[in-house]
């Protein structure tokens, strides 16, 4: 008899470890096939090479004169100067490198912008730099169906008001092959939304 319930015992024993192994095993997480190379190559690829977004900029690559309109109030009538500003491709037909020299504020003002379309994102993208900050400005965003207007949002840094991080919306209009307008607007989101800035691009005359 003890003999029998020893044997029940051990059976039981052994059939509880291998339910609580079995048990551990499911829970694992599922191991992952390897990449395949060939697949990983592709997507790269995909991802790399220029395509019907990048089209769309050819429209802003040039030479052009620029009327540059600054409100520093809502409201309020406009700062405005003249400038010019040079366009191109770069790095094979990725990005558009667009360099401004201007007025702004009475002090001369240099800006460069670079555009370019994340195919992998399916977003634009635009970063900006200039000779009165030392702050990067980038934005996101899409074209509308007519694909005569970008809209594009970001954050900004403001420090005469000590504000980081601020909403900020980037607007370009297309009006035309020679012609197009470029926005900024702050107090995004807000019953106070206004536009900030304004420049027109009009192509140069040979």
Not at 164 to 190: M, N
Request: glycine share 8%.
């Amino acid at each position: 008899m003890r003999l029998r319930i020893v044997l029940c015992a051990t059976v039981m024993i052994c059939a509880a470890l291998q339910g609580n192994a079995l048990a551990q095993e499911q829970a694992k997480p599922e191991t992952k096939a390897a990449p395949n190379m060939q697949e990983m190559m592709k997507k790269w690829m995909e991802s790399a090479t220029p395509g019907e977004g990048h089209k769309v900029l050819e429209q802003f690559v040039g030479k052009w004169d620029v009327t540059l309109r600054a409100w520093m109030e809502a409201g309020k009538p406009p700062m405005e100067s003249k400038g010019t500003c040079d366009a191109k491709w770069i790095l094979d037909g990725r990005f558009v490198y667009a360099e401004m020299n201007s007025q702004l504020m009475g002090m001369p003002f240099k800006g460069i912008d670079i555009t370019g379309y994340d195919n992998y994102k399916k977003r634009y993208v635009i970063s900006h730099i200039d000779n009165m900050g030392t702050a990067i400005s980038s934005g996101e965003g899409k074209l509308d169906l007519s694909k005569q207007v970008m809209t594009t949002f970001g954050k900004m840094d403001d420090p005469t008001m000590d504000e980081r991080d601020k909403p900020v919306k980037y607007i370009t209009r297309v009006l035309g092959k020679d012609k197009y307008v470029f926005e900024i607007y702050d107090e995004v989101g807000s019953p106070n939304e206004f536009k900030v800035l304004e420049i027109t691009y009009t192509r140069s005359k040979p």
